[in-house]
């Protein structure tokens, strides 16, 4: 095997991990939430026990100093779109079935995709036209307007979490072009976890000890979870390790069905392909314009 090949199973292997840290911490919020912990309260929890990962790859990387920074306010943007993101996301987990709330969010890239023409000019072709309309004909199957039994409040900030997420994701973009991924990821942690610490004599309750070993699991896999998906875009293209969130529609099915003794709706099975399809399209889509723009500055030079 090559050094290349081997990159690229790290990497599919590191985001496989991702995904199943993702689904587990999206399964304590539900539970934590149930045992009486307020959205603010799992948002900062999450943050304060992610932090030693976080600092503890850092120092053990490339050292305290590599996460200098001459672009304050762009970290401190970001951060204020992760809160909200992850808020948007938590509540969703809390108000719809775990493996709806899933697929619910699978429609980041269709999200993104639409952002990008509307924030960044990007021109979008109509292949990708044709991919965001069939993730959102996948979202009327899952969701059955006028006739589901889920929430539409759930639904709703669902659809809220996913361009909130987007938002990001293209935040992200801008800011990686003078910023290590280490070094977002270290500012968004103590950026968001340290203000929060000032307002929790404020909004944070007593806890019994099941819960707060609940809350520092949730802190530990959001931790695991930012490094492994970190870890994996650097040893591979998103390309190649994007496909492997999809697998979070197993592994959510799955939690529902032991810790919530909920089955996915069959539409959810009819929709749901859909929207990976779409999703794994515009990935494909971007990841050849990339080649094609690449092949075509090296011809110029």
């Given at each position: 095997m090559n050094p290349t090949s081997e990159r690229r199973l790290l990497?599919?292997?590191?985001?496989?991990?991702?995904?199943?840290?993702?689904?587990?911490?999206?399964?304590?919020?539900?539970?934590?939430?149930?045992?009486?912990?307020?959205?603010?309260e799992n948002v900062f929890?999450?943050?304060l026990f992610a932090l030693p990962l976080v600092a503890g790859l850092v120092v053990a990387g490339p050292g305290i100093r590599?996460?200098?920074?001459?672009?304050?306010?762009?970290?401190?943007?970001?951060?204020?779109?992760?809160?909200?993101?992850?808020?948007?996301?938590?509540?969703?987990y809390t108000l719809l079935p775990i493996a709806e709330a899933t697929v619910i969010l699978f429609t980041v890239p269709i999200f993104a995709t639409i952002l990008s023409a509307l924030v960044l000019k990007e021109p979008v072709g109509r292949h990708r036209c044709g991919a965001v309309i069939l993730g959102f004909i996948g979202v009327l199957i899952v969701v059955q307007p006028g006739g589901s039994t889920l929430s539409g409040k759930g639904v709703a900030v669902g659809l809220m979490a996913s361009i909130a997420v987007s938002a990001i994701n293209i935040t992200l973009r801008q800011i990686g072009r003078?910023?290590?991924?280490?070094?977002?990821?270290f500012w968004f942690t103590i950026m968001s976890a340290l203000p929060m610490a000032l307002?929790?004599?404020?909004?944070?309750?007593?806890?019994?000890?099941?819960?707060?070993?609940?809350?520092i699991a949730l802190g530990l896999l959001g931790g695991l979870s930012q490094l492994t998906s970190t870890?994996?875009?650097?040893?591979?293209?998103?390309?190649?390790?994007?496909p492997i969130d999809y697998s979070s529609l197993i592994w959510s099915a799955l939690a529902g069905w032991l810790l919530f003794a909920t089955l996915p709706s069959p539409h959810l099975w009819l929709g749901a392909p859909l929207i990976?399809?779409?999703?794994?399209?515009?990935?494909?889509?971007?990841?050849?314009l990339h080649l094609?723009?690449?092949?075509?500055?090296v011809a110029n030079d």
């Amino acid at each position: 095997m090559n050094p290349t090949s081997e990159r690229r199973l790290l990497a599919i292997l590191l985001r496989l991990s991702n995904a199943l840290s993702l689904t587990a911490m999206f399964a304590i919020v539900k539970i934590a939430t149930a045992h009486g912990v307020t959205l603010f309260e799992n948002v900062f929890y999450r943050q304060l026990f992610a932090l030693p990962l976080v600092a503890g790859l850092v120092v053990a990387g490339p050292g305290i100093r590599s996460v200098k920074t001459r672009r304050p306010w762009a970290h401190v943007w970001r951060t204020g779109l992760g809160m909200v993101g992850m808020g948007l996301n938590f509540t969703t987990y809390t108000l719809l079935p775990i493996a709806e709330a899933t697929v619910i969010l699978f429609t980041v890239p269709i999200f993104a995709t639409i952002l990008s023409a509307l924030v960044l000019k990007e021109p979008v072709g109509r292949h990708r036209c044709g991919a965001v309309i069939l993730g959102f004909i996948g979202v009327l199957i899952v969701v059955q307007p006028g006739g589901s039994t889920l929430s539409g409040k759930g639904v709703a900030v669902g659809l809220m979490a996913s361009i909130a997420v987007s938002a990001i994701n293209i935040t992200l973009r801008q800011i990686g072009r003078t910023e290590s991924a280490t070094t977002t990821v270290f500012w968004f942690t103590i950026m968001s976890a340290l203000p929060m610490a000032l307002l929790m004599p404020f909004f944070g309750k007593a806890h019994d000890a099941p819960t707060y070993g609940l809350l520092i699991a949730l802190g530990l896999l959001g931790g695991l979870s930012q490094l492994t998906s970190t870890a994996s875009l650097r040893l591979a293209p998103v390309s190649v390790v994007l496909p492997i969130d999809y697998s979070s529609l197993i592994w959510s099915a799955l939690a529902g069905w032991l810790l919530f003794a909920t089955l996915p709706s069959p539409h959810l099975w009819l929709g749901a392909p859909l929207i990976i399809a779409s999703g794994l399209y515009i990935v494909y889509r971007e990841h050849k314009l990339h080649l094609e723009q690449t092949a075509s500055a090296v011809a110029n030079d």
